[in-house]
């Protein structure tokens, strides 16, 4: 199934300087941006994107570091994208995200760390969990016309 998903580069991997490097990983895959763009959130934004950890603990410290930076929103479309997004990224807590995700290749931070410090876990990238999750975040993040139907030179010729 052809899906689309949301990634946002977090403000800990826009300051890294980690634009590239995480936008190249989609790419070499064959996945495909239809929309990006650099912006910076506000806490009744930050309410909506993470309705669903409103009540848990660590919600104040996630919407500290989310509002910190500006933060580099894009879809991302191809097939299953939402599972081989995920998976590309890694798990949620650096420490023991498997080495070759993003992840767990450009973070090491642990859960115990971050609580300890009062702060979330900076883990670098969002990636939208499941298929309705991406459905609800790609109409949140990005507009219609922020939004282009092309084909990558893989689709337009056979290789
Ligand atoms: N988070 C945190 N502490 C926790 C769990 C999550 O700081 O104990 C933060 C972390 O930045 C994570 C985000 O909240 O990426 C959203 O949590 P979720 O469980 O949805 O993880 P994700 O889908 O981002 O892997
Ligand atoms: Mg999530």
Redesign the pocket.
């Known amino acids: 199934m052809i899906e689309q998903t949301l990634v946002l580069i977090k403000p800990d991997g826009v300051k890294r300087g980690l634009i590239g490097e995480v936008t190249k990983r989609f790419e070499l895959r064959g996945l495909k941006i239809v929309g990006i763009k650099m912006v910076r959130v506000d806490p009744d934004f930050s309410k909506k994107h ?1 309705a669903a ?1 409103i009540d ?1 603990k ?1 919600y104040l ?2 919407e500290k ?1 989310i509002i910190s930076g500006p933060i580099v929103a894009m879809i991302i479309e191809g097939i299953d994208a939402v599972e081989v997004v995920r998976k590309i990224v890694g ?2 807590e650096p420490k023991g995200a498997d080495v070759g995700t993003i992840r767990g290749d450009y973070a090491h931070t642990s ?1 115990g760390h ?1 609580d300890e410090q009062g702060k ?4 670098l990238i ?2 939208s ?1 499941n298929s309705d999750e991406a459905k609800q975040e790609v109409a949140l993040w990005f507009s219609i016309d922020e939004l282009h139907s092309y084909k990558l030179s893989h689709e337009e010729h056979t290789l």
């Open positions: 993470y950890h848990k660590f410290g996630l570091f798990s949620t859960y971050a979330a876990i900076e883990n969002h990636a969990g």
